[in-house]
């Protein structure tokens, strides 16, 4: 059945995707959230549309959350978990790294995740216990032992407070690796951890559509995907990193109380 589920979600992804790069209008209505740099555009709430009007056809008992406002129980034990437009920044600037993601979870955690790139095309995906694949072909993480020779991405909140803390935790890890990049989508960030574009990624803050599809997607490609101390990835921290690499990542995070505001 998961097949079937895989399939339907990357059609609904394709056609999210076609959306939001064929019909992005000259002027985008905006709206701000949780801060004046929080930002919703109309393009975040057609795409949200359109995607629970896709799967809801095809499964019109399931659940779905969406960042945008879709928020129904269902009755079939499976939830839709959505993010139409993660690195909504990078799509008001014009900036090509954003994606839609698209999670399905059920009572056990997720069950199939798919990651596209609108400008890009590329689309990444995962079925549980059945590997990563970006583009229909196989994905590995890196395997890097050394944490001063790992390239990492994070990314930063909204909150100019909780920012400060983040550019706190930086200015200590960033002496003890390679480099950081930051993309501005954590689902991209955790999508290129699993294809070996970073070795590792850390951010606190994400929501469960930030980390849903591009979480799955980490781990079937050969990543450890949780928090700090035994507890599961989430909005406290969430570190994405080879096994060999995990520990002393985490560590560093921790010493640095990366975790807290
Ligand atoms: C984004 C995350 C990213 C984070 C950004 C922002 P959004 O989600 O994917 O990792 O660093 O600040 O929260 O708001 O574009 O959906």
Redesign the pocket.
């Known amino acids: 059945m998961t097949n079937e589920l895989l399939t339907l979600a990357t059609d609904a992804a394709r056609a999210a995707a076609t959306l939001l790069r064929d019909q992005r209008p000259s002027t985008l209505q905006i709206a701000t959230k949780s801060t004046a740099t929080?930002v919703v555009t109309d393009m975040d709430h057609a795409a949200e549309r359109l995607l629970v009007q896709q799967l809801r056809a095809a499964r019109p008992d399931d659940g779905f959350l969406g960042?945008e406002g879709a928020d129904e129980q269902g009755t079939s034990g499976l939830t839709w978990v959505l993010?139409p437009?993660?690195?909504?920044?990078n799509y008001l600037y014009g900036i090509p790294g954003?994606a839609v993601s698209i999670g399905l979870r059920d009572g056990s955690g997720m069950v199939i995740g798919v990651v596209c790139n609108p400008v890009s095309g590329e689309l990444w995906s995962a079925q549980r216990g059945q590997g990563a694949f970006l583009d229909g072909h196989p994905i590995r993480v890196n395997e890097p032992t050394d944490l001063a020779m790992a390239l990492l991405a994070t990314?930063?909140?909204?909150d100019a407070a909780r920012r400060a803390r983040q550019a706190d935790v930086l200015r200590s890890v960033l002496p003890r690796v390679r480099d950081i990049r930051r993309f501005?989508?954590?689902?991209l960030?955790l999508c290129a951890v699993a294809c070996g574009r970073v070795d590792a990624y850390y951010?606190r803050?994400?929501k469960p559509w930030?980390l849903a599809a591009g979480g799955l997607i980490a781990e079937e490609a050969g990543a450890r995907v949780d928090g700090l101390a035994g507890r599961p990835a989430g909005e406290d921290l969430v570190i994405a990193a080879p096994q060999a690499l995990f520990g002393p990542l985490a560590e560093l995070l921790a010493a640095n109380r990366a975790a807290e505001d």
């Open positions: 929080d960042e993010d437009i993660d690195g909504t920044v954003y990314g930063f909140g909204y501005g989508a954590a689902s960030d951010e803050g994400l930030d």
